[in-house]
């Protein structure tokens, strides 16, 4: 009996002391060889199993061609162009999914149509409520680092943070946005295919976007085959074309010649002080800078009527009006503005011929491009 005691005890001990190795020896992880996480020496699962961790995807590299003439594209080196980045930007471009109440889309005040622009003088927000500048076009910003008529951002990424959250514009918040995103699975897998990431997040967003708006060229207008000489200009846009790029209209100063842009901000007479909008002042707080915009680019500019920051001009004959009365004065006014009080003194077949060479800069394969099209 006492024998049989002490067996039992024994092996009470043994059971005892087996179940603190075991204990000792536990190591928690994932149990399952299936899962992408398995760790073999794991001795407990401890629910860590994971089914679904990113599988890399190789992204394939979107070749920009740079235009003969134009200096290569300033592309962030942490956002490199992706044929499947600028797929999903283009995707999100029109999506209205990105506003506060899924109405509005980039796409509904830059429209493709109207070069990227907005046809109506102000854009009308989700809450309809108007803003006071004309939504710029969107062409060839590739070559561009300030952005807006006053020039508050200078990265197309940063841009990309603001019409999402202006209560004038999409009216939305970006949690609100990455939450929609990461519920939609469709958007989850076309996220991970362009940045291989699981969870979406603004700053993916605003990424594919400018990948998209960077494929935004535009160079084939009859001015781009003109310089390429692959046709003649009428006399009549001749006519325009040394108009534009002489003393007597002096254009070409702010507006460059070939690219058609200077990356610039001037005041090109159109008010007296004070001004009703700033503009660059407006963003480096300085009085010598008030009344001062970007100068827009002039490509496909009889698609993106209105004009001015304010869309005040609603024709190309009107914006030769203005330059050609020589404009307001004001203190920040442009010394290149040099025909101010006198004019430049247009005949009218002056006027006609350089209206007829900024018709001249219109490219009709950009605005129907297939390829900026969902
Ligand atoms: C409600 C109309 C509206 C919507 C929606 C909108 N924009 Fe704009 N956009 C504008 C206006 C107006 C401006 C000019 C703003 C300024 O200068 O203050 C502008 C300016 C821009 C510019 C600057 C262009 C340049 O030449 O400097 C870019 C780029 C742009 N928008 C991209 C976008 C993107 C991307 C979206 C969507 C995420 C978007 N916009 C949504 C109206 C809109
Ligand atoms: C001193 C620099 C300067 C000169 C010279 C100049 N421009 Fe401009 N131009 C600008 C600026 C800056 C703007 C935008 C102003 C604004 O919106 O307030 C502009 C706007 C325009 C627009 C409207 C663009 C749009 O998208 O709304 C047209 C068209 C235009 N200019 C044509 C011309 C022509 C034609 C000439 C020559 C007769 C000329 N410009 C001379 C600086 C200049």
């Not at 080196?77 to 899924?102: A, Q, R, Y």
């Not at 109405?103 to 493709?112: D, I």
């Amino acid at each position: 009996m006492i024998k049989l005691n002490k067996v039992l005890y024994a092996l009470c001990c043994l059971i005892f002391l087996l179940s603190c190795k075991k204990d000792f020896l536990i190591i928690q992880g994932c149990t399952d060889k299936s899962a992408l996480n398995y760790n073999s020496s794991a001795t407990y699962e401890d629910g860590s199993c994971d089914y679904d961790t990113l599988i890399p995807y190789q992204t394939t590299p979107y070749m920009i061609i740079i235009p003969e003439g134009f200096p290569d594209m300033d592309i962030p080196e942490n956002n490199p162009m992706t044929v499947e980045g600028v797929e999903l930007g283009k995707k999100l471009f029109h999506d209205p999914i990105l506003s506060g109440d899924g109405t509005l889309s980039c796409a509904s005040c830059h429209m493709q149509s109207s070069s990227f622009s907005d046809p109506n003088r102000f854009s009308t927000g989700i809450n309809g409520i108007q803003g006071s500048r004309n939504a710029s076009a969107i062409i060839n910003l590739g070559w561009t680092n300030s952005f807006n008529w006053d020039g508050s951002a200078s990265t197309l990424e940063e841009q990309g943070f603001e019409p999402v959250i202006n209560p004038i514009e999409m009216n939305n918040t970006w949690p609100n946005v990455e939450n929609v995103l990461n519920a939609d699975t469709n958007y989850k897998e076309l996220f991970r295919r362009a940045f291989n990431t699981q969870k979406i997040d603004s700053t993916h967003v605003v990424m594919a976007i400018a990948q998209f708006e960077r494929t935004l060229i535009s160079v084939n207008s009859r001015y781009d085959k003109y310089l390429r000489q692959e046709l003649q200009l009428t006399p009549s846009e001749l006519n325009g074309y040394v108009i534009f790029n002489s003393e007597q209209g002096d254009c070409f100063h702010c507006h460059g010649t070939n690219k058609l842009m200077d990356n610039s901000f001037h005041n090109n007479a159109l008010d007296l002080e004070p001004f009703l909008d700033n503009g660059l002042g407006q963003v480096t707080g300085l009085a010598s800078d008030y009344g001062k915009f970007k100068t827009p680019t002039l490509r496909n500019i009889e698609f993106s009527a209105p004009y001015m920051h304010d869309g005040r001009f609603a024709t190309l004959e009107e914006v030769v009006e203005h330059y050609n009365s020589g404009g307001e004065y004001s203190s920040t006014v442009d010394p290149l503005m040099k025909k101010l009080g006198v004019g430049l003194q247009l005949t009218n077949q002056q006027k006609e011929d350089l209206i007829a060479f900024l018709k001249a800069l219109s490219d009709t394969d950009f605005i129907n491009n297939p390829d900026f099209t969902p």
